[in-house]
């Protein structure tokens, strides 16, 4: 079936660092890939997507690269700030692993100090 | 704008009880989901619905279940709310095609006392 792996939480950084936040997917056939983000207290909101091999989604200096020789669709930002701070899952859909249903990782919580 | 409502942020209700939490969509998705979502544990499917008056168990379907009489709307039932439901609620939808994302609600974050 369908999986995600992200890596642990919490990951923090300074204001202005440089984030990378790993995530690694199996899946049967081509799946479509996503990043949501969460602020505290809220639902989920889609941050970027990536529907095809070698696409590159990004929103809000985010982006992520649909690897598939690698199975992985690793969150990038150059420089990251306060207000980033967050949880972060990763997820992907196929039509042949079901496709009504989202598979989430676990999630990674970003902390972000001046 | 698209938009998934969820029709209480916060609600504390007694042992018991039965609890229902609404969803409605304004975006004519045919698929919609309800999840909790607990420290530690990530979210985890309750149920789902792809089409009105159909339904399919998540992974965590007892002391649930569902409605969905109009295809905007998606109900979640607490039959006998019992403190280990006390949880964030999360509703979602999505049309059909796996290139499609959910839409998530704001959730509502349940205490059962």
């Known amino acids: 079936g369908n999986s995600v792996t992200q890596m642990e939480g919490p990951v923090t950084l300074s204001e202005e660092a440089f984030l990378t936040i790993n995530c690694t997917y199996t899946a049967t056939g081509y799946p479509s890939l996503f990043w949501y983000v969460q602020y505290p207290g809220e639902g989920l909101q889609l941050l970027l997507k990536a529907t095809k091999a070698d696409d590159k989604g990004s929103n809000k200096g985010f982006e992520a690269t649909y690897r598939k020789e690698t199975t992985s669709f690793h969150l990038e930002k150059g420089s990251v700030q306060v207000s980033d701070s967050a949880v972060y899952f990763c997820a992907l859909t196929s039509f042949e692993g079901g496709g009504n249903k989202l598979t989430f990782g676990t999630g990674t919580q970003l902390k972000v100090e001046l | 704008d698209v938009k998934v409502t969820q029709s209480s942020r916060y609600l504390v209700k007694r042992t018991g009880e039965k609890v229902f939490l609404e969803c409605v969509q304004d975006?004519?998705?045919?698929?919609m989901f309800w999840y909790r979502q607990d420290p530690g544990l990530g979210l985890r499917l309750i149920y789902f619905s792809y089409d009105v008056k159909m339904k399919e168990k998540g992974d965590i379907p007892e002391g649930y279940s569902v409605s969905r009489e109009k295809k905007e709307r998606f109900s979640l039932i607490l039959e006998s709310a019992s403190t280990n439901q006390t949880s964030m609620y999360l509703c979602?939808?999505?049309?059909?095609?796996?290139?499609?994302?959910?839409?998530f609600g704001s959730g509502t974050r349940l205490t059962v006392v």
């Open positions: 975006m004519d998705h045919e698929n």
């Open positions: 979602a939808s999505r049309p059909h095609g796996a290139k499609y994302g959910y839409t």
